[in-house]
């Protein structure tokens, strides 16, 4: 870590927003928002959402998000899976090789994945640090965070802000606003793992109905690095121009890299309208439906083909699952499978700073004295 000015650090401790030690000994309190018909609560640590509930067809709260019920977990489980709940930075997805050029100066970033490839920002990304509460009220809250010149080998001192908001539309709205002393990069996403069944009829989400009218996703490598190619879905395993099952084409989606079989790409949406829903995912048996807004030009679409059936189902999940029984210790606890959620990033085009030829306005560069901003709307309707 390269060294800040003095100045910079007393600005940043006096704001408490230099980044904490944590320990992994003391549970992270939940602090939740809530609006009419929407409750979600988060901790400091990743600015980690843990639990959302909203109704289901039959007018039962439902918690539609994967995460840990001993909220310690999430610190000392950090890789099972990973990036659980947490926003992901500096630069979301991956960077290919660890490596890119700003202004004529190269920059190493820590190979974190298969030691090929910076995923979501490094060994210390955004999701394994201790954020600063910095506002809360009855239904918004907001997270801070500073991170060093240096941190994680990207340039710059830079200064973030989440803020996570409810309202009585049932929607849950985040802005994400950053800013830097140096010219570095900067793509921020959330990490939510999905599963709107809760888990009270399904263990996966192959029977989830979802819609993205994307046309294009982003070729890549077996390692998932992309190649550059903007490539056409029709007529591919990628296809969800018009809504279907998860499931119906899994088995013959193999563009996630090696020996993978699933989803794990990059949906680019050539033509956004961020005031149109420009994602649709619901569960039949529950009938929630997910709507996603988003000023940003492309989706990451994961469906979980990495998880191994080690995280736990969450007591507040299952048939039983609810606010009623969320402290009720299950004796035949079960656990999350293979596929059983799914994950919907908000961002820019992946790994952008090294393929200039997408456009410099997809290369995720921020300088000082500009704003990186980013706005997403999830909003939670009963599909009918």
Not at 125 to 147: A, E
């Amino acid at each position: 870590m390269q060294i800040v000015s003095s100045l910079i650090l007393v600005t940043a401790a006096a704001a408490g927003l230099l980044m904490t030690p944590v320990n992994a000994c003391e549970p992270y309190k939940k602090h939740t928002i809530k609006a009419k018909g929407i409750e979600a609560s988060f901790i400091e640590y990743g600015a980690t959402i843990t639990n959302l509930w909203v109704n289901d067809k039959d007018g039962v709260p439902r918690d539609i998000v994967l995460g840990w019920d001993d909220t310690k977990q999430y610190n000392l489980q950090a890789g099972l899976p990973g990036f659980l709940g947490a926003v992901v930075g500096r630069y979301a997805n991956r960077i290919a090789n660890g490596t890119f050029t700003i202004d004529g100066t190269e920059y190493h970033t820590p190979l974190n994945e298969n030691n090929i490839t910076t995923l979501h920002g490094g060994d210390m990304g955004f999701n394994r640090l201790n954020w600063t509460l910095v506002d809360k009220g009855k239904q918004d809250i907001t997270f801070g965070l500073t991170s060093a010149n240096g941190d994680e080998g990207f340039p710059g001192t830079v200064d973030v802000r989440v803020k996570y908001s409810v309202n009585d539309n049932q929607e849950w709205h985040i802005d994400y606003q950053g800013t830097t002393d140096k010219e570095t990069i900067m793509m921020l996403s959330q990490h939510t793992y999905w599963n709107l069944d809760a888990f009270t009829t399904s263990d996966t989400v192959d029977d989830h109905v979802l819609w993205i009218p994307a046309d294009k996703y982003v070729k890549t490598d077996g390692s998932l690095i992309p190649t550059g190619e903007l490539v056409e879905v029709d007529g591919t395993a990628l296809d969800f121009q018009k809504e279907k099952p998860i499931g119906r084409d899994l088995k013959e989606a193999k563009e996630c890299g090696f020996d993978c079989v699933g989803y794990d790409n990059c949906f680019i949406l050539s033509d956004p309208n961020k005031e149109e829903y420009q994602l649709k995912a619901y569960a039949p048996s529950t009938g929630i439906q997910l709507a996603i807004k988003t000023d940003q030009p492309a989706f990451q679409f994961y469906s979980c083909g990495g998880l191994d059936g080690t995280l736990p189902i969450k007591k507040t999940q299952g048939p039983e699952g609810s606010k009623k029984h969320a402290h009720r210790r299950r004796q035949d606890q079960k656990y999350v499978p293979q596929y059983g959620c799914f994950v919907l990033e908000t961002e820019e085009y992946i790994d952008g700073i090294n393929n200039p030829q997408w456009g410099k306005e997809h290369m995720g560069l921020l300088k000082p004295g500009e704003e990186y901003t980013q706005h997403a709307e999830y909003h939670f309707s009963i599909h009918h």
